[in-house]
Each structure stands twice: as C-alpha cells, then as structure tokens.
C-alpha cells in the first residue's frame, strides 16, 4: 500500500496535488498577499496551501516585515519537498533552496515532480540525502549551499531539532522555523539526542520544549514571533531583522494549543 501511494504521488503528481501547484494554489497565494494588512503585526487571514496548520501564510507575513533577502532556503527534513514549509515560496513566490532528508525514496519523488514542473529551471534547487547529525550538519552546509545569506532554515526532525540547531554555524538565517514537543508547555526540558528521530514519524511526542527552544534561539540572536496553529512549531527572526515585529512569550504562545 506504501508502495503504491508513493507511485501515485510521484507520476500522477500533476492531479494529486494540483490544487497546491497549479491555478488554485496560485489564486489563493494571490489573494493572500491582496488581503495583507501591511501596518499590523499579523493578518487574520489564513493560508495552508503545502502546510496544514498556519505555515504557508505565517511566512509570507514574516517576510513581508522582514524583507526576502536573497529568497535562499534550507530545508532539513524536508520530506517529499511538497510536504514541506517551503513548498509554497518554491512553487509560488521564485524562492531558490536545498532540501534535505534521510529518507532517499521520498527525497527522490520530491525531485521528478520539482523536474517535471521547473524543467530548465530545475537546477534552482538542490536534493540531498543525508541523515543529519550534530556532528555533520555544518559540513553538509557548507557543501551544499550558495554563498549568499541564507533567509528561510526549517528544521523538521522529529525530534531532533534543537540538537542540530544548536551545532549550525556556518549559516545564520533572517527566519529559522523549528519543531518542539509542545506537550511539555512552558517547562525547561530537552531530550535526549537519538539516531532514530530522523528515520521515522510516529505519535510520540518528541523533542525540546517551546521554553527551551526559545532559549537556545536567544543564545543564537533570535526573537520568537510567531506559532502554528497548535503550537508545534516556532517562528523565529535574527534581531537584526526584526523591524516593527514584536517578540511572542511562551504564554501567548501556548495560547494556539
């Protein structure tokens, strides 16, 4: 059955995720950005294009603030490169990037459908299959990204997230979006690092809590601005980018649950 939604997925792409690729998501992405309000922090209207939970309209808002640099991203744990936080500034907004994962054969259907939609323009974006470490993070990095700033990292690990932040220091992105385990709430927890996180999803609550995360974002230069719906990832902006952003507490936070 695995087997075959992934053939699915991967040569009928062109229906089954039409509605994200093609005039409806283009429409929607559209009308999103006419429905802006510029002067305030955040709109109400909401976007899930790629994403179920807030992300695709979160990042249009944080950019429209902060500016889109050089529209560079980095996307580790990127799944397919559909199911992704980047997905929509691929697809819809010209954004250039790198996707990483562990996994090869869904890396791989994310790469035929990138192919077959970009055609020449395909060498926009780079695919590697890699298992992340915190021991191999800033050299998989270094080998794999342009020399220009990068403005979007996303992290999606299962677990894992805070570790492999912790250790990046060959790139400090305008906007970083990591996962937490919102379970824990406001408490200082961090678990404990595993080789399996990146391997699999499960209905395990995994990784650092929003408390932690925020402050190792504050040791790296970043202010927390934003959460999904549900709380389980966080939004985070370089201080030098934050403009007229205003920081969110892990109260106000919590408050998405």
């Known amino acids: 059955m695995k087997l ?8 009928l792409w062109k229906w089954v995720f039409y509605r994200k690729i093609f005039n409806p998501g283009i429409s929607q992405n559209r009308d999103f950005a006419a ?28 950019f429209e603030k902060t500016g889109s640099g050089s529209k560079l991203f980095v996307d580790i744990g990127s799944n397919d490169c559909i199911n992704s ?21 869904i890396l791989e259907r994310g790469r035929y459908i990138y192919r077959k939609y970009f055609k020449d323009n395909f060498n926009r ?9 915190p021991g191999n993070v800033d050299d998989l990095l270094k080998k794999n990204i342009p020399g220009k700033e ?28 990591t996962e937490v385990q919102v379970e824990k709430g406001s408490i200082d927890f961090i678990p404990s690092y595993s080789n399996e996180f990146e391997l699999y999803e499960d209905d395990i609550p995994k990784g650092a809590s929003p ?12 202010k927390l601005v934003a959460v999904n719906k549900g709380c389980y990832n966080l939004f985070f902006v370089r201080k030098d980018c934050m403009h007229d952003l205003s920081e ?10």
């Open 248 to 257: 969110l507490t892990i109260e106000d936070a919590l408050k998405n649950l």
């Open 211 to 222: 408390l932690s995360m925020k402050k190792l974002a504050e040791t790296k230069g970043y």
């Open 4 to 11: 075959l939604k992934h053939l699915i997925k991967k040569y």
């Open 150 to 177: 990068i403005c979007l990292l996303s992290i999606d690990l299962d677990g894992n997230d805070y570790f492999i932040w912790e250790k990046i220091s060959v790139i400090k992105p305008r906007v970083v979006v």
């Open 85 to 105: 936080n980047c997905a929509n500034l691929a697809f819809h907004h010209a954004w250039t990037g790198i996707f990483i994962d562990g996994n090869k054969n």
């Open 35 to 62: 429905s802006l309000d510029r002067s305030a922090l955040f709109s109400k209207e909401k976007l899930n294009i790629f994403t179920t939970a807030d992300e695709d309209g979160i990042l249009l808002n944080i």
């Open 125 to 133: 974006f780079g695919f590697v299959h890699a298992i992340v470490t």
